[in-house]
């Protein structure tokens, strides 16, 4: 069977794939499933940023209605934020219309279960079953549900924040934000956060706009280049840049350079771990300098398969006391089980208003890995043999020390470490090469990518 779903919710370009049709049948298939475990499930719907937003809103709605939902329509809103509200009040599941960080002309439907967490792949498929069989729920005319509105999510949201960090060691450092929304859903309540955290504000691109003019919503270095500028610009503490949906963040020290997802990662799970231990979950793919820190201050990394929904669920298995992701999407258990830019943008004022050090400094105390990253092509049904012969081979190679199949290979080396990951949507496998040396971490990259050549040539 087809599926609908890929790593984030529905995608696609508006109109071509995904159309009011889609959002119609998709809103039915959701409340279908969700009326299975209650007569009349309360919906929460959001959107970000997007102009197609109304369109497949409205279409999507509409489907909800229709089987029986009531749907509680929270407007434009951070893909956490919704999250929260669903995890906080009445609601059994929520909707958000986004498309994350891809461009402009994309749209997205993601389902968010009634604690606020993304569902699993064995819900997404009992939604998928019932989209391509068309098993909706009828109801009679009586029985359709009703639309309500609510705009106190944005509020909801900042609160539960707040009551997560130090307010007051923030207030008292007076830190010098220059925060880029990427026009994206962040602008909605980001702004607002810091000034109630008494920081001195400076907007990149902070008004919401469906076309991005400002820059490309993801968080990437070359998207980002005004954030740096005015950062140096106006000598602020740091910057700060959201993707388009909000759950991510990407930070600036206050030199303006970039600083990678991992090594934010790594410099708040130290901060996090400190003097209370307990375990961090992360994906396989994520950078060594993690664990070498987490593992330094007496903590523990549990590794994953790739995708933030399973990062999330096995925090809540092993009572981890953080988590997340190198893209910069971080999850606090104590705030949400999932990514959540505001919180991680608090969490990090509250971080160098108590370490007194500049960003850039306590960023240079960090271990530094190199990370190399490169792909091959392979037909999907041709991945599992693939990946065997690779186990088999390398298993009884000398320099080998450990082999990890967690999610696809991973083969930890004397100075370093080669990951080899077979794509969920593309014909593709994808090579991880990580060592403290860049020369080190090229040549591992080279030597798996033919290693793996051969095994798909020959397999
Ligand atoms: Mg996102």
Request: hydrophobic fraction near 35%; aromatic fraction near 6%; include cysteine.
């Amino acid at each position: 069977m087809t599926r609908l779903f890929g790593t984030n919710g529905v995608r696609g370009v508006v109109n071509q794939d995904m159309n009011p049709d889609l959002a119609l049948d998709l809103g039915r298939a959701i409340g279908t499933y969700y009326a299975r475990r209650k007569e009349k499930p309360f919906i929460a719907m959001g959107t970000d940023a997007r102009i197609s937003n109304h369109m497949l809103k409205s279409a999507c709605t509409s489907g909800l209605l229709s089987v029986g939902c009531n749907v509680e329509d929270l407007g434009i809103l951070p893909t956490p934020a919704l999250q929260y509200a669903v995890k906080e009040k009445d609601y059994d599941a929520g909707v958000i219309i986004t498309a994350s960080h891809n461009p402009p002309q994309f749209n997205g439907i993601k389902v968010v279960d009634l604690d606020g967490t993304e569902l699993s792949k064995e819900q997404e498929e009992e939604i998928e079953d019932i989209y391509f069989s068309k098993s909706f729920r009828i109801v009679s005319w009586d029985k359709v549900g009703q639309l309500s509105a609510w705009d106190g999510a944005g509020e909801l949201y900042i609160r539960g924040i707040l009551s997560k960090v130090d307010t007051e060691a923030i207030r008292k450092a007076n830190l010098h934000v220059v925060l880029d929304c990427g026009n994206g859903a962040g602008a909605v309540v980001t702004p607002e956060l810091l000034r109630r955290l008494g920081c001195k504000l400076t907007e990149v691109n902070c008004e919401l706009d469906g076309f991005f003019r400002g820059r490309p919503s993801e968080p990437v270095p070359e998207n980002l280049g005004e954030l740096m500028e005015r950062v140096r610009e106006v000598g602020a503490d740091l910057g700060v840049a959201q993707d388009g949906d909000a759950d991510r963040a990407i930070f600036i020290d206050e030199k303006g350079n970039y600083i990678f997802g991992d090594q934010s990662f790594s410099l708040l799970a130290r901060y996090i771990i400190r003097g209370r231990k307990g375990i961090v979950v992360t994906p396989v793919s994520t950078s060594s300098s993690l664990e070498e820190v987490v593992t330094r201050e007496g903590g523990k990394v549990i590794y994953t398969r790739v995708g933030s929904p399973i990062v999330a669920r096995v925090m809540k298995e092993v009572n981890a006391v953080f988590g997340g992701e190198e893209n910069g999407g971080l999850i606090f258990p104590e705030h949400q089980y999932c990514r959540d830019s505001a919180m991680t943008i608090a969490k990090m004022l509250e971080l160098l208003a108590k370490e007194e050090k500049s960003l850039s400094e306590l960023i240079s105390e960090l271990p530094r890995y190199e990370l190399v990253k490169t792909k091959i092509t392979c037909p999907n049904d041709r991945k599992e043999d693939v990946l065997r012969k690779i186990k088999d081979v390398v298993s009884s190679q000398q320099d080998v020390r450990k082999i990890d199949d967690t999610d696809g290979v991973k083969i930890y080396l004397e100075d370093g470490w080669v990951l080899v990951r077979p794509s969920g949507t593309e014909p593709i496998f994808r090579i991880f090469a990580e060592s403290k040396d860049r020369g080190k971490a090229e040549e591992l990259a080279d030597s798996y990518k033919r290693l793996v050549e051969d095994m798909v040539s020959t397999s």
